[in-house]
């Protein structure tokens, strides 16, 4: 199991910015696909940022042109760096990481424990 450990969250007013990191250990993740998930106040976990091992993106609706996932493999470390926040971003956010299979060889995943993100009016 990859361990993974975010970091960077906190209070920020509408249309300020927020870096979040996400280290991984316990495994090797340059094959895996890192994902950050968030879980606003009384809602479901959502999928809002996805990268893939080749640097291939995809975003969530509600985030596109505001956020950006990337990843430094050598790091073992995805960020999502958050621009124009609005207060419906507030939520706490997880990173993922995707269980992958590479040569016959299986790498597990895991999740993040969290990191919470409020954005005030």
């Known amino acids: 199991q990859v361990q993974l450990v975010e970091s960077g969250g906190g209070l920020v007013q509408a249309g300020g910015s927020l870096s979040l990191s996400c280290v991984a250990s316990g495994g090797i993740t340059r094959f895996n696909t890192m994902d950050w998930y968030r879980q606003p106040p009384g809602k479901q976990r959502e999928l809002i940022a996805g990268v893939t091992r080749s640097g291939v993106t995809n975003y969530a609706d509600s985030v596109k042109g505001r956020f950006t996932i990337s990843r430094d493999n050598e790091k073992n470390t995805v960020y999502l760096q958050m621009n124009s926040l609005k207060p419906e971003d507030t939520a706490v956010y997880y990173c993922?990481?995707?269980?992958?299979?590479?040569?016959?060889?299986?790498?597990?995943?895991?999740w993040g424990q969290g990191t919470q993100v409020s954005v005030s009016s």
């Open positions: 993922r990481c995707e269980p992958a299979v590479e040569s016959g060889r299986y790498f597990p995943g895991g």
